[in-house]
């Protein structure tokens, strides 16, 4: 909530394919909520696990550029819409390496809000030493983690990978990333758990389960948690969803192989309280 006549904060930090943009969309129309015109901003995962950010600071120039080029093509420059996006993205090409600019990016439409946010999923990699950057970053910090199925999640990862391939040999991309930390480190909630409780009080942190995300009375929770207005969400919309792909049983069991102590790690945090397709999983292959 609001403290100090100045908002909340409110990181959504991920998983990635777990629902992050859905969430970044309804915030972004909750009208207590203030979002920048693009989901991801990348500030604290560029500084504390670049290795892992989606992209770099060059990319982020880049797209200023780009951005910059188009705006005298077909009347852009009479687009407000257009033209906020290109502030913002001039605003986090200021930020690299400069945390009050990012500040300003983050709350220049806060004004009478009760939070300004955003998410990026790649921030749930940046360990505790970032998590704590991210804490101390507002006198009101809220963290937003979704959990999901660790084999469905890591699948999704792979066919996500794939969209733009001509051609898409999902089963051969599926083994071949089953070793490729970029798609494993996400659903390694054993660590990220680790990570998080050593950096944050927890009263600041809300984990929740892409399973059970899809229903008003998970999203008026929520809202309550953050001390705002219900605001009901439309469920028929799902984003960036990657190439259908069907996992067969055999792939499903050589997954959970390798990914099994995040079921058991948030299987132990959350007393035995996960989804149903988690412990089919346990039961089928563990």
């Known amino acids: 909530m609001q403290t ?10 991920g998983v990635q394919k777990a629902a992050t943009s859905w969430l970044y969309r ?40 780009n951005a910059v080029g188009n705006l005298n093509k077909r009347n852009i420059t009479r687009n407000s819409d257009y033209i906020r996006r290109l502030q913002a993205l001039h605003d986090r090409v200021l930020a690299i390496g400069d945390i009050e600019h990012y500040r300003r990016l983050l709350f220049r439409e806060g004004q009478g809000k009760a939070y300004v946010g955003e998410f990026t999923p790649s921030y749930s990699v940046i360990g ?20 999901r199925n660790p084999v469905d999640r890591f699948a ?73 207005s219900y605001v009901a969400a439309d469920l028929s919309k799902r984003v960036n969803q990657g190439k259908p792909a069907e996992m067969t049983t055999q792939m499903r069991a050589d997954a959970f192989g390798i990914l099994s102590s995040a079921y058991t790690a948030v299987e132990n945090h959350f007393h035995g309280d996960i989804p149903t397709s988690w412990l089919d999983d346990m039961r089928q292959f563990g």
């Open 156 to 228: 999704s990862h792979v066919r996500f990978g794939g969209r733009d391939d001509a051609v898409f040999d999902f089963r051969s991309a599926f083994y071949k990333n089953l070793s490729n930390r970029t798609y494993t480190l996400p659903t390694d909630y054993k660590w990220m758990l680790g990570e998080l409780v050593a950096a944050v009080d927890m009263d600041q942190v809300n984990i929740d389960f892409y399973e059970r995300l899809f229903h008003q009375d998970a999203i008026r929770k929520l809202c309550t948690w953050l001390g705002i």
């Open 128 to 147: 505790r030493k970032g998590f704590r950057a991210m804490a101390a970053f507002h006198t009101e910090v809220r963290f937003l983690l979704m959990f």
């Open 26 to 65: 309804y915030f972004d129309n909750h009208p207590e909520v203030a979002m920048p015109p693009f989901k991801e901003l990348h500030y604290f995962d560029a500084v504390y696990a670049p290795r892992y950010s989606v992209i770099s600071d060059n990319a982020h120039i880049e797209r200023y550029q």
């Open 4 to 13: 100090d006549n100045k908002p909340a904060v409110l990181f959504g930090i």
